[in-house]
């Protein structure tokens, strides 16, 4: 599953404090989308991911997990996303919430199957900002030493530059892309139809569409065919 990641062009996000019904999800687990990701900033419980789990587990689709809270951590998931927030100013965010599951469940955890992220906040409105106190206000200079960090110094296998509930300042993204050499970039905020899909797609690896599943169903289910056109 590892390998796989590499491939990855589109990823949709399901919160599982959100509300999705049946004809939905089959749509978004048959959409040729490469992957299904579970997470949210808040509101995010054992039971309702469990249950969303076993709603997508139904499909073939590849499922992740973004793990943001240690009590909805559920079994059964192809894949654990790890986030660490890299322009945090708290180091709970980058290291230390890690350390202490570490200490706590290490003989627990499916270490194989955890893949870290860097992430770098860029939406001080958003609530991934506040609850990690993000500083979301950098330069496309600033944002890009952040991801050359993740990518040359610590080899994270992801950055993730995140502007949930907004669409992104995309000189900034592209800026982030050329700093890398070996990490993938995924991008995700305000992705909300093809459109915005391509011009996305176009300076990252890999985009996460989540909001405008909620939104406008339809338009966010064109966005795969946007950066994989062999599913038109």
């Known amino acids: ?13 399901i919160d599982p404090d959100r509300n999705v019904d049946d004809a ?11 992957a299904v990701m579970i997470g949210g900033s808040s509101g995010v419980t054992y039971d309702n991911t469990v249950e969303l789990l076993s709603r997508v587990r139904q499909f073939e ?5 973004e793990v943001s809270s240690l009590e909805a951590v559920v ?6 996303m790890i986030p660490m927030v890299l322009n945090t100013k708290h180091p709970d965010w980058l290291i230390g919430h890690h350390a202490r599951a570490a200490h706590k469940y290490s003989y627990l955890i499916p270490w194989e199957q955890l893949i870290p992220e860097g992430y770098i906040i860029l939406n001080p409105d958003c609530t991934a900002a506040a ?3 993000a500083n979301a206000a950098l330069t496309e200079s600033e944002a890009a030493a952040y991801a050359e960090i993740a990518d040359k110094l610590l080899h994270l296998p992801i950055v993730y530059v995140e502007y949930s509930g907004m669409f992104g300042n995309l000189d900034l993204v592209s800026a982030v892309y050329r700093s890398l050499s070996g990490s993938q970039l995924f991008y995700g905020g305000g992705i909300k139809d093809a459109d915005s899909a391509r011009l996305a797609a176009a300076v990252c690896d890999t985009i996460v569409v989540g ?10 289910l064109s966005t795969v065919a946007a950066v994989k056109p062999s599913r038109v």
């Open 1 to 13: 599953m590892k390998q796989t990641i590499s491939t990855w062009r589109h990823v949709f996000k």
């Open 24 to 34: 939905a999800l089959e749509a978004i687990c048959l959409s040729g989308t490469d």
């Open 61 to 65: 689709v590849p499922c992740v997990l």
């Open 75 to 80: 079994p059964g998931f192809d894949l654990y």
């Open 131 to 133: 609850v990690s106190e």
């Open 211 to 220: 909001n405008a599943l909620y939104s406008d169903l339809k338009q966010a």
